[in-house]
């Protein structure tokens, strides 16, 4: 959260904290599993994992070990996300519900029910009030909290990614309406051929609910969608064309970063000030990029 670090989560049952400043690697956490998600928390102080275990684990960014392990999903867990206070900690997963964490008590709180399907990615809103989350039930969810009343969105696919902009104005989700595919490919991070990706980039406004963007018909999947920090109108998406792209929804994309990624991009990430943007990949790099 202070620019200076960034985490990674790779296969390889690994989560790399690196110092931005060195471009070196300054710790490295060993899960028991192979890693689909991880968050920091707002302050920076903890780190929280999911992954094919079925467990969210709880890290000190230098710890050698977790100091929490959180159980109760019945399958992978696809997504992690921490409520802006940081004492909540979101998981979405193949057992279709959304659970919430309180992670000063290391405890299961509630789960929020509905998707009739896996969850693929979960989000809160700036203030806390709101989660998304996508799934393969074709849906984006909002949960209005603390009274968990859902709101459902459609969609014509596999919700893959949902973020929040900075102001919690709007909501995105990347969307795979053609191929179905999911962002893992469980035979390895190789060049996977698929017939006919039809991908869709979509914006609701979060409060009226009321759909603002479609950029629909993409000839590819969306892996991951981010807002940049500050803007409300400008995104960047990666997905299975091993490119990331940066969108401006007032205009046409924008002059995005050269296609170097050698297999699809699995995770885009900006920095706070919203001036440099880390992209990860199946082909076992991270790539930072520094915008104007």
Do not use: C
Not at 54 to 68: D, R
Not at 142 to 158: A, E, H, S, V, Y
Not at 174 to 198: R, Y
Not at 207 to 226: H, I, K, M
């Amino acid at each position: 959260p202070d620019g200076k670090t960034l985490a990674s989560g790779s296969r390889d049952r690994t989560i790399r904290i690196w110092d931005l400043a060195t471009k070196t690697t300054i710790a490295v956490l060993r899960h028991d599993a192979l890693i689909r998600s991880i968050a920091f928390a707002p302050d920076g102080k903890t780190l929280a994992s999911g992954g094919e275990d079925a467990k969210v684990l709880l890290w000190k960014p230098t710890g050698a070990v977790p100091f929490a392990m959180l159980k109760g999903h019945t399958a992978p867990i696809r997504s992690v996300a921490f409520s802006p206070d940081g004492r909540t900690v979101a998981s979405g997963g193949e057992d279709q519900g959304v659970h919430l964490w309180d992670v000063p008590a290391a405890r299961y709180s509630t789960t929020l029910p509905g998707h009739p399907s896996g969850v693929w990615s979960v989000a809160f809103s700036p203030d806390g009030r709101t989660i998304a989350s996508g799934g393969g039930d074709h849906t984006l969810r909002l949960w209005d909290l603390p009274g968990q009343k859902g709101f459902t969105l459609n969609t014509k696919g596999d919700v893959t990614s949902v973020a929040f902009s900075s102001d919690g104005g709007f909501v995105a989700a990347g969307v795979n309406s053609g191929s179905g595919a999911q962002p893992d490919n469980t035979a390895g991070f190789g060049n996977t051929a698929m017939a006919g990706p039809l991908g869709e980039l979509r914006v609701w406004n979060a409060g009226t609910r009321a759909e603002t963007t479609a950029r629909t018909g993409l000839p590819y999947d969306l892996a991951s969608v981010a807002f940049r920090p500050g803007s409300s109108t400008v995104l960047a998406t990666g997905g299975w064309d091993k490119l990331v792209r940066l969108w401006d929804l007032r205009g046409e994309t924008l002059t995005g970063p050269a296609p170097v990624h050698a297999s699809p991009v699995w995770s885009v990430a900006f920095s706070p000030d919203g001036k440099t943007l880390a992209s990860g990949a199946g082909d076992g790099t991270v790539r930072l990029w520094q915008l104007s």
